[in-house]
């Protein structure tokens, strides 16, 4: 297992916005505890485990000590109406930096699940806090499991099984910091979220809260909405049915 070095991530992150890193070898989740303590502009918080990790829609979200690489990062200074955007940025930032870690091309699943051919590395939440002060954006990448850590059926691989190699977990996670601090600064990077998507032009059927809607997903709106026919979908679960 790797450590998680703070000092390390530090010394990466020089001249971000990134600069109030706190390392915890486990805590509840780094989400949960992010988005009611709120903080400074830049402040992350990173776990090697979580008792308590948060997925989306209400899901759980369980870890392999020492082989997921978990953080929650809170950004201020961005209107609620562009709060999407930053779960889209986050999931250009980490297609980015895995591809610069390894030898492997990522595909991204609306709205941010990373994928190495067709199966999932990383899921991402984003939350707004009640006070719509700031963003917290929690990130959760498979690095370092074998493929006994992850049943077939659940659809998901890690960076050591698709690449053959892992890298470290606290490099990795500087460079998605890095990419990001880029990323939310600019508009530039809907038209990248397109490229990378593989959900544009899949047939699919998403689930939301009161339904569901069937068909082709044709782009991806400047805001983040998934269009799939006459609809404009802002939060739902995806299949990609074909
Ligand atoms: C999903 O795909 O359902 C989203 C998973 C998000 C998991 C990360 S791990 C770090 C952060 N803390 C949490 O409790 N959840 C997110």
Redesign the pocket.
Known sequence: MDDLSAPRLLKALVGTRFQHIEVHPSIG????TLVAEGGRDGRVIV?DH?T??????G?S?L?VPGA?L???LLLRGIPSDRASRVALAGGVAVARAVEAHTNVQTGLKWPN?VRIGGR?IC???GELATSGDYVVL???VNVGHTPDDLPDELGATSIRIASGTAPRRDDLCASILRELDELVGGDDFIDEYRKRCETIGAEVRVELADGKVEGIATDVRDDGALLVGEWAIVAGDVVHVR
């Open positions: 989740s780094t989400q949960t776990a979580q308590a990790g948060r997925g989306r829609a899901r979200w870890d997921m978990m953080f929650s699940d999932k899921g991402m939440i929690g990130i959760g």
